[in-house]
């Protein structure tokens, strides 16, 4: 059974960065796609960013340039850099992975930007 979770949330200041993970275990095949979704409070989840075969990333029009997808090379472990963090990238953050890139999904992690 393929499960998934990330790591890596917590509370930092506007301006600041983090790193997400997410770590899949279980499955018998590498996941060769990877994605992060969030979801802010009274809102729809939102796609941010998805890595295929850990060299080939996509990312939405308003993430792109802050945030960082990557993958490793046993494509078990992927990785979300936020950087330049705005109040409104507060919001649970999700990974997803499979062979359509959401077949699985974690449980999230909090992410809490402050002012």
């Known amino acids: 059974q393929v499960q998934l979770q990330e790591f890596g949330g917590g509370s930092v200041q506007a301006g600041g960065s983090l790193t997400l993970s997410c770590v899949i275990t279980g499955g018998s095949d590498n996941q060769r796609c990877m994605a992060w979704y969030r979801q802010a409070p009274g809102k729809e989840r939102d796609w941010l960013a998805s890595i295929y075969n850990a060299d080939t990333t996509s990312y939405a029009p308003s993430v792109k340039g802050r945030f960082t997808i990557s993958q490793d090379s046993s494509k078990k472990t992927s990785y979300l850099q936020l950087k330049m963090l705005k109040p409104e990238d507060t919001a649970i953050y999700y990974c997803?992975?499979?062979?359509?890139?959401?077949?699985?999904g974690g449980p999230g992690t909090q992410v809490t930007v402050t002012s």
């Open positions: 997803t992975a499979g062979p359509g890139c959401a077949n699985y």
